[in-house]
């Protein structure tokens, strides 16, 4: 079984944005659905400031040199929520053999999606466009192994220590939950695990046989 993905969410969702800012890209009338509420001349506004200058994806808070509008993926949190037995061991397939055993820790993440524009209204307009493209992505996020999404949105207040001067700021938060992997058999483990070492057999099982029957456990002598 190989180490499944994700190994850095961050860029699967910086995917998942992308591919929809591609799409509208592609086809624009996809904004007469998610802005379908706008006057007529908002809606022609609308289109014509994406199609001139989408947003752009990046990881980070904003800087003030950025090409704005711009989708900004911050890490908010990141907590262990369950461990499991033998913290999940099982058999890790390479090449068709066994290579080692692979273990695992069920993670819940928070990520603040940043939407950054010079108008409140452009501000307003990007944040739906981004909530369509999170709500049609879902099962394309569960797909990838970020599971249970969940979306909460919100408007912040302007803050010079996050928000570069005259802009407008929404935030979506996305919640996901998803696994972390690793091997006991790459040269991360080794280093750290030394003393594990001496205990397995060349095919990264457990030796614990007597000493008497070749294995590596010697007697408790007083």
Not at 50 to 56: E, I, K, L, Y
Not at 125 to 130: F, H, I, N, P, T
Request: net charge negative; glycine share 8%.
């Amino acid at each position: 079984m190989a180490i499944s993905t994700p190994t850095v969410p961050e860029q699967v969702i910086a995917a998942l944005m992308k591919a929809g800012i591609t799409a509208i890209n592609d086809d624009g009338t996809v904004l007469d659905d998610i802005l379908g509420d706008l006057s007529a001349n908002d809606l022609t506004t609308a289109k014509a400031r994406w199609a001139s200058n989408p947003p752009s994806v990046v990881s980070g808070y904003a800087r003030t040199n950025m090409p704005f509008p711009v989708w900004a993926i911050v890490l908010m949190n990141e907590t262990i929520i369950g461990d499991y037995v033998g913290m999940g061991e099982e058999a890790y397939i390479g090449g068709g053999v066994k290579d080692g055993n692979v273990s695992k820790r069920r993670v819940q993440g928070q990520f603040g999606l940043f939407v950054y524009a010079e108008h409140p209204d452009l501000c307003s307009w990007w944040y739906r466009v981004l909530r369509r493209i999170l709500n049609v992505g879902h099962e394309w996020l569960i797909d990838k192994g970020l599971n249970d999404p969940m979306l909460v949105g919100t408007e912040l207040a302007p803050d010079p220590r996050y928000t570069p001067e005259n802009l407008f700021t929404r935030r979506l938060t996305l919640q996901v939950e998803y696994e972390e992997r690793w091997r006991d058999q790459d040269a991360l483990a080794v280093a750290l695990l030394p003393i594990a070492e001496e205990y397995l057999t060349s095919d990264g099982d457990l030796d614990i046989a007597h000493e008497d029957a070749g294995g590596s456990v010697s007697p408790y002598t007083e």
